[in-house]
């Protein structure tokens, strides 16, 4: 692959949260699944199991557990910061609240998801756990998962699907649904299906304010003072990806 078609490829990838009903192959799966598990891990210790699942009664109940112990936790936590500095995805009135079930409510419409499942004993593998006593690299294992998750979003936009990422921070009601054991813990949930709407370009900040040549470069340093500028900065970048999903924008 050349530098350029890797480039677009990073560019199409975004976060999709609507989805049409197409059925997608069993084929597709496998490969973004091959594709993901080359990821690299601290000691190629490879922490990482997949659960896909299909069937609509099961992701049902996955989305309720989802709904009533993960999004709304993070829906109240947000509404605790002032609006110009909340997430665009709950930054709503109260009265439209429902623009933002309806948003996350569509994910599970999408015809498989992927649960991404970490092994917190094969971080023992890696050169950083520094002996048994100490623990597994919760850090290692993290940054990890991080790999593995953007391989699934990359393999699948490579064949012309939308993706999401839902993180995951209770574990035993999915524990209930999907059986796994202890001490294996659920990490992220993938939707994945085809896109039903065109999400628009990514917006980024310039590259120039984010590179240091030789040392770091002091006019570029963000001080404390600045720090909820930079929020209302980024807040802004991606309001209009938001108004996309929830169908009052084009992309």
Known sequence: MKYDELLELIKYRRSIRRFKP????????????DAAHYAMS??????????VVKDP??????????REHDQMMVWY???????????????LPDEEEYK???MIAAWKDAPVLIC??????????????RGLEFGPNLDVLAATMGHVS??????????????QRMEVMTQEPYRQILKYPEPLHLDTLVPVGYRAYEPGPPHRLPLKELVH???????????????????????????PGYRVAIGEEKG
């Open 22 to 33: 197409d059925l997608v192959p069993d084929e597709y799966i496998t490969k973004i699944l």
């Open 42 to 51: 601290g000691g190629n210790s490879q922490p990482w199991e997949f659960i």
């Open 57 to 66: 009664e099961t992701k049902g109940k996955i989305f309720n557990i989802y």
């Open 77 to 91: 936590l947000e509404q605790q910061r002032i609006p110009r500095y909340r997430h665009p995805a709950f930054n």
């Open 100 to 102: 933002h079930r309806d």
């Open 116 to 129: 991404l499942l970490e092994d917190p004993r094969k971080q023992y593998g890696s050169t950083l756990c």
């Open 150 to 163: 953007m391989l699934i979003h990359l393999a699948a936009a490579s064949l012309g699907l939308g993706s």
């Open 213 to 239: 040549y030789g040392q770091y470069d002091m006019k570029k340093y963000m001080r404390n003072e600045d720090f909820l500028k930079y929020i209302e900065k980024i807040r802004e970048l991606g309001r």
